[in-house]
């Protein structure tokens, strides 16, 4: 009895320095999980740190961030209008683009002395007073610069054209584009009380007859401005 008694007891003694390690050793683990945890925060917050300092740099690097395209087309430049005859009157401004050098024009950049003005690009459907597609635009350009240059002269609207066929139609056909002519400048704002409109056939051909581009040049709508 006394054998087993003092087995026990030292069963007992074993089995309480085994608790007492297993108690030390879960303690050093959880030390060691604690430190280790400590160890991954500081990494992840180092990293959370870095994300954001790169983050700033961007915000604020685009913020500063120039526009990226051509200077030229940020800042274009205005670019003066071509005058091609050398009149001094730019060509969008220029009813009489052809001005001999020299020349002294007037507002409209015709030729002080004149009283017509050829209305360039402005034609008409094949026997019709019909206006062409770009008759029309360049009629809408004729009207804003007589608006500007001589907001309340008087002229006469005249059409013209060639020699061929019936001289009696081509009277009737010349009224009648020339009566187009101020209707749609009326539309255009052109006072109708300063415009006149007349036919003159064939008259007054400023090109030869005989041949289709002198026909074409005296197919043709002038302004003849009035005292």
Same mark, same amino acid.
């Given at each position: ?9 030292? *069963?007992?003694? $074993? ?17 060691? $999980? /604690?430190?280790? %945890?400590?160890?991954? !925060?500081?990494? +992840? ?5 870095? @994300?954001?300092?790169? +983050? ?10 120039? &526009? ?7 800042? &274009? ?14 060509? &969008?401004?220029? @009813? ?6 020299? !020349? #002294? ?6 030729? $002080? ?10 034609? =008409?459907? +094949?026997? !019709? #007073?019909?206006? !062409? ?5 360049? /009629? ?14 008087? =002229? ?15 009277? @009737? ?10 209707? =749609? ?7 109708? $009380? @300063?415009?006149?409109?007349? %036919? ?25 401005? *009035?005292?």
């Amino acid at each position: 009895l006394k054998a087993a008694q003092e087995k026990a007891a030292a *069963l007992e003694a $074993e089995l309480k320095t085994a608790q007492e390690k297993l108690a030390q050793t879960q303690q050093q683990q959880q030390v060691q $999980e /604690l430190e280790a %945890g400590k160890v991954k !925060t500081a990494e +992840l917050e180092q990293k959370l740190a870095a @994300l954001q300092a790169e +983050l700033d740099t961007l915000r604020n690097s685009k913020e500063q961030q120039v &526009p990226v395209g051509n200077p030229q087309e940020q800042n &274009p430049v205005q670019q003066q209008p071509a005058d091609s005859d050398g009149d001094g009157a730019v060509d &969008p401004e220029d @009813l009489c683009p052809d001005t001999p050098a020299g !020349t #002294a024009v007037n507002k409209m950049g015709c030729p $002080e002395a004149s009283k017509s003005i050829v209305l360039s690009g402005v034609n =008409f459907a +094949l026997g !019709t #007073a019909n206006l !062409t597609e770009e008759a029309q635009k360049s /009629l809408t350009a004729t009207a804003a610069l007589l608006k500007q240059a001589v907001p309340n002269k008087k =002229f006469e609207i005249a059409g013209y054209t060639d020699n061929s066929g019936n001289p009696e139609r081509n009277q @009737l056909v010349s009224g009648r584009r020339a009566e187009a002519v101020r209707k =749609f400048l009326s539309g255009q704002g052109i006072k109708r $009380e @300063l415009m006149v409109s007349k %036919g003159y056939g064939s008259a007054n051909p400023v090109a030869d007859n005989s041949t289709e581009e002198g026909r074409a040049k005296n197919r043709r709508v002038e302004l003849h401005l *009035l005292d």
